[in-house]
């Protein structure tokens, strides 16, 4: 997979990603997954993939909430420049916060014409109510509970062993004795 994109002719990490399910016309978990493995694994400045993190990941909802790829700026008044981390203790909730505001976010936008959806996107502030403030998206970024895109793999993208009591062979179960 890694020779059908080359990394150091794109701007950005979505523009390859938009490439590589253009290409292959999947959406599944497995192929981002696949493609972010394989930016990790050319090389490490080739790419900026290594400073982010994984602040929100949703799978197993009951209804799809992004049809298809939406980007929008939002213009803010503060400098987010200079955004200290998020507290350890506040992570998680603000972390949850974001994810819900964004499930909610991509909900709304499923069923929309192209020019609605276009008329969303351009003024999006006004629609959305419980958009995230960029100073809380910002924050969340460089903590260290926040994992990165690297960890969040290895853990999300490894395959999960799980030995069953009732799988288990020898040593036999303590329970189980011997009738005389």
Same mark, same amino acid.
């Given at each position: ?48 993939? *290594?400073? *982010? ?8 909802? !009951? ?70 403030? !960029? ?11 926040? !994992? ?10 490894? !395959? ?21």
């Amino acid at each position: 997979m890694s020779d059908s994109y080359d990394t150091a002719s794109r701007d950005s990490l979505l523009n390859v990603v938009l490439d590589k399910l253009q290409k292959s016309g999947k959406a599944k978990t497995s192929v981002i997954m696949s493609i972010l493995r394989d930016m990790l694994a050319a090389g490490p400045q080739e790419h900026r993939l *290594a400073e *982010a993190r994984v602040v929100a990941s949703t799978e197993d909802i !009951p209804m799809r909430c992004f049809g298809a790829w939406h980007a929008a700026f939002i213009n803010t008044a503060t400098n987010t420049d200079n955004i200290d981390a998020a507290d350890s203790t506040t992570i998680v909730k603000s972390a949850s916060e974001l994810n819900a505001s964004m499930r909610k976010l991509g909900g709304s936008l499923t069923d929309l014409t192209e020019s609605e959806l276009k008329r969303r996107l351009a003024a999006m502030d006004q629609y959305c109510e419980d958009l995230p403030a !960029p100073e809380l998206l910002m924050s969340l970024v460089p903590a260290e509970d926040a !994992p990165t895109v690297e960890e969040f793999l290895d853990i999300f993208d490894a !395959p999960v062993t799980v030995e069953l009591d009732s799988e288990k062979v020898w040593p036999m179960p303590s329970m189980l004795k011997a009738w005389n």
